[in-house]
C-alpha cells in the first residue's frame, strides 16, 4: 500500500473521531441506520442544520473516501501517472461538481417554486450523505487491507450503493413529500439527475475498461 493512502486513511480516522466529538451521543445513529430517524430528531422539536460544523466536517470527508476509492479502483492513473496527484485532482473535480450542483439545485427550485421542500429534503439527503461517509470509511478499510479484484468490488459497490440509494429515498419520500404528483416528479427527476446519473456513467466507465 502506498504511503499517501495510508496517510489519507489516518486524516479519515482523525475526521470521523472529530466529527464524533462534534455530534455528541447523535453521531451513534449515523453508524445504526436502522434508527437513522434519531439522528435527525434527537431531541424533542429538534431538526438538524443543513449548514453546520459536523455537516462540512462530514462534507470533506465523504469527500476524502470518494476520491480515493475512485482513484483506486474506477480511475486509476486516469490524470495522472502519480497516484497521488490524480487522488487530488478527483477531490477537485469533486468539489466542483458538489458546488455547481448545490447551485443548480438552488437556482431550479427558486424557478419552479420548489424551495422549501429541497431545503426539507436537503436536510435529510445530507444526514443519509453523513451516514455514507461513515460506513464508506469501515468499507474501505475492509477491501484495501484485503486481496479483492478490483471488478468484484465495483460489483459490490454498486449493489451497495443502490440498496443506499433505496433506502434513503423511501426514508425521505416518506418523510418529506406529500401526495401530490408535481412533487413525487420533482423528487424523482432530482434523484435521476443529481444521484443516480453521475454514478451510473462512473461504474460504466470502469466496467467499459
Known sequence: METWIKILIILSTILILWGRIIAGKKFQYLIKFWNIHRYFIFKSGY??????????LMLFLRVVLISLFISIYILPKEFSEFSLYNFSIISGLMLIYIGLKFLIEKILSIMINYYDLL????????GFKNLMAVHLYFYLLLIIFNPISSNLIVLISIILFFNYILFSSYYILKKTINKTYKNLIYFILYLCTFEIAPVFLLFWYAFKF
Open 47 to 56: 431538526t438538524i442544520p443543513i449548514f453546520n460544523a459536523l455537516n462540512i
Open 119 to 126: 431545503s426539507e429534503i436537503n436536510r435529510y439527503r445530507i
